[in-house]
């Protein structure tokens, strides 16, 4: 059984960071590729950072980094200069696709979730 297990959300004041991890369990986790997405109340869920298999990057943010180490089955997204635009639940998803794709329908396997709230 897949799981992705995220961790590392809470509050953080604007111009803040935060890191938020990702471990996965259940599957051979070098060959998927990962990406991070968050979705704000009443909004649709949006495409983040993303890496594949291969380390190969893509990102809608300069402010975040994601980074993996397949040795920890471990996904990381480094977020800085935090604003309150920012706040949303920060979901982990995973597929076996050969590159990162930004539509969230692409992905088979989620996270529950993590909140950042980014407020004064």
């Known amino acids: 059984q897949v799981q992705l297990n995220e961790s590392g959300g809470g509050l953080v004041q604007p111009g803040g960071s935060l890191r938020l991890s990702c471990v996965g369990s259940?599957?051979?986790?070098?060959?998927?590729?990962m990406a991070w997405f968050r979705q704000a109340p009443g909004k649709e869920r949006e495409f983040v950072a993303g890496?594949?298999?291969?380390g190969r990057l893509d990102s809608v943010k300069d402010r975040f980094t994601i980074s993996r180490d397949n040795a920890k089955n471990m996904v990381v997204l480094q977020m800085n200069n935090l604003n309150s635009e920012d706040t949303a639940v920060y979901y982990c998803?995973?597929?076996?696709?050969?590159?990162?794709?930004?539509?969230?329908?692409?992905?088979?396997?989620w996270g529950q979730g993590t909140q950042v709230t980014v407020a004064t």
């Open positions: 998803a995973a597929n076996l696709n050969l590159v990162v794709n930004r539509a969230p329908t692409t992905y088979n396997y």
């Open positions: 259940g599957l051979t986790f070098s060959s998927y590729t």
């Open positions: 890496v594949s298999f291969t």
